[in-house]
């Protein structure tokens, strides 16, 4: 049975909420897989309500995921083209306590519905975040390359790169 779920397209206004719920998740999922000072200075680089707001000027569509009951979101994604059928995602996140209901698939397919010239949509994902990375996998991403990336003050990105190929007889 589907969780009852909405999905709606995010404005400037909503950075306020998709950093608040970014401050959430990041903090409950990423200790041990980077270091607090990473997590910090990550969120202030990307995740900043001036930071997000330049994102969706510069071409990022965001997301946000809601379930009925719920008054505040509990999930967001934001995504680009690269080239005609071919996206990026830069953002897939869930607040942990909502992980594990099926919200995720039903939030990709919501992506799925948005685009249907997609055939193709690319995502970076940390290589030690096996939850997400296994998640990946169960809706048909395969492991394209790894990526290691220099993102300053002495940090980096330890990444898959992860691809999702529409199937010509798949459709959403």
Request: neutral net charge; charged residues 15%; proline residues 6%.
């Amino acid at each position: 049975m589907k969780t009852p779920f909405l999905f709606r397209a995010a404005s400037p206004n909503d950075a306020p909420i998709i950093h608040a719920l970014a401050q959430h998740i990041w903090w409950a999922h990423y200790p041990g897989i980077v270091s607090n000072e990473q997590i910090a200075y990550m969120l202030e680089r990307g995740y900043s309500v001036p930071a997000l707001v330049q994102q969706m000027q510069e071409g990022q569509t965001f997301y946000l995921a809601f379930m009925p009951e719920l008054k505040e979101p509990i999930g967001y994604v934001s995504i680009s083209p690269k080239e005609p059928g071919a996206y990026f995602i830069h953002k897939f996140y869930i607040d942990p306590a909502q992980q594990g209901k099926g919200i995720g698939r039903q939030m990709f397919d919501a992506l799925l519905e948005q685009y249907p010239d997609l055939q193709s949509v690319s995502l970076v994902v940390n290589r030690k975040n096996f939850k997400s990375i296994n998640f990946y996998f169960k809706i048909g991403f395969v492991i394209h390359q790894c990526l290691d990336t220099d993102i300053g003050n002495g940090f980096f990105m330890i990444d898959y790169e992860m691809v999702w190929k529409r199937k010509s007889n798949q459709h959403v």
